[in-house]
Structure formats: C-alpha cells, structure tokens
C-alpha cells in the first residue's frame, strides 16, 4: 500500500522560500506516475501547483510557474517543492499526491494523497 | 478563480439522486477524455472517486457514476446517504499541460 508523507516548516516569512518534501513509502518510483503538488486556501478549493515525471520532466500551474520548482530524489523515493517569495496568499494546506499515468492503475487519477500540511505565511 | 465552473452547494433527500455539474470550455473539459471527480471531508485529503470520465477505482461503489457531453461534465450520486455529504471537486486536463479543478461543490443531505 503506497502512502505518501508530507513535512516542512508550517509557518514561513513573507519573501522566504517554501520547502516541502513527499516521502513516497510502500511502493516505487517508476514510470507509472506523475508526482503531483496540490494546495487549499483556508474555505476554499483545490488548486494544482505543479507535477514531476520519474525522468524528471515536470509541468507547472503557470500562474506558480516563476517562483515554483519541483524536483524529484529517486533514490530516497521523494520529491520536493521550492516555492519563492511566499504571501499571505500562500497560505494553505499543501498535498502531495499520486497521479496515475500507466493502464493498471486509475489512468489520470489523483489515486493516493498525503495526509497535507498546512503552511502559514506571517511574519 | 477556479478554470471549472461548479455549482457552490447542492442538496437532496436520503435515497434521492443528484447530479454534480462541472462547466469548462474546449480547452480542457471538451478537448479531453481525463476528467475525474474527488470528495473531500473536512479536514481530510480528498479522495478519487472518478476518472477517465466515466470508470470507478476499486471500492467506489456503483452509487457514483461520471458523464461528460461536450464541455460539461457531470457526477451523478444515486441513492443517496448520510455519508455522501463532501465537497466534491472536478478536475480536467487542459490543452496547456496542466491540471485545472472545480471550486467544488457542497453536498448537503438532508
């Protein structure tokens, strides 16, 4: 059963750097999936952030895409995200999740999602 | 602004149906087959109830079911319980590489 594990910082400094990193524990890194970023603004709904491939290739929300990086450690099963000049508009729960690719999983399905951390940008 | 347009609330009666509806445009909802749903119950991480339009992962029962006609997509819960009162979220691929959600709706089970 593949699970996924958010950590970093809960709170941040407007103008600082976020970083977060997903633990994926339980299964492998494999061509299958898209490693995918996903947040949610106190009361309100969900917003992608961006995606990583196994071969490193990755797409990004482009209203993000200036400030956002997202990279993937294959050998320690994780991935990252880096997101500069944070605002109080950043505030939000962040999810990592799972995004199927492959034909025996669910096929461009968000199927498995970390438990999300909250992030609070104030300073 | 979310890029799908939902419906911010819906209600129904305990065995009633209801349906979601999930309004996009030719770049995401009509140009592609990769629509899927989620329910999300507060503070919990949402959950995939729906993709490829219209197929079910495993243990979702047959309760949900998915449609889409042009650039509208739409959930429908057929008897409806307790426990279907969510936020439901729709989501679709778009011709930009991305990924654009709904704004969700709440269900309300009356």
């Known amino acids: 059963q593949v699970q996924l594990q958010e950590s970093g910082p809960g709170h941040v400094k407007p103008s600082e750097t976020l970083s977060l990193t997903c633990v994926v524990s339980?299964?492998?890194?494999?061509?299958?999936?898209?490693w995918s970023w996903v947040r949610q603004p106190p009361g309100k709904g969900l917003e992608w952030i961006g995606e990583?491939?196994?071969?490193?290739?990755?797409n990004y929300n482009p209203s993000l895409e200036s400030r956002l990086t997202i990279s993937v450690d294959k050998s320690n099963n994780q991935f990252s995200l880096n997101l500069t000049s944070m605002t109080a508009a950043d505030t939000a729960v962040y999810y990592c999740a799972r995004l199927c690719s492959g034909t025996s999983c669910p096929h461009y399905g968000l199927d498995v999602w970390g438990q999300g951390t909250t992030v609070i940008v104030a300073s | 602004q979310s890029a799908l347009t939902q419906p911010a609330s819906v209600s129904g009666s305990p065995g009633q149906s209801i349906t979601i509806s999930c309004t996009g445009t030719?770049?995401?909802?009509?140009?592609?087959?990769?629509v899927s749903w989620y329910h999300q119950y507060p503070g919990q991480a949402p959950k995939l109830l729906i993709y490829g339009v219209t197929k079910r992962p495993s243990g979702v029962p047959d309760r949900f079911s998915g449609s889409k006609s042009g650039n509208l997509a739409s959930l429908t819960i057929s008897g409806l319980q307790s426990e279907d009162e969510a936020t439901y979220f729709c989501k679709s691929y778009t011709t930009r590489n991305t990924w654009a959600f709904g704004g969700g709706t709440k269900l309300t089970v009356l």
């Open positions: 030719n770049t995401d909802i009509g140009a592609f087959s990769y």
């Open positions: 339980g299964g492998f890194f494999t061509n299958a999936y898209w």
């Open positions: 990583i491939f196994h071969s490193g290739s990755t």
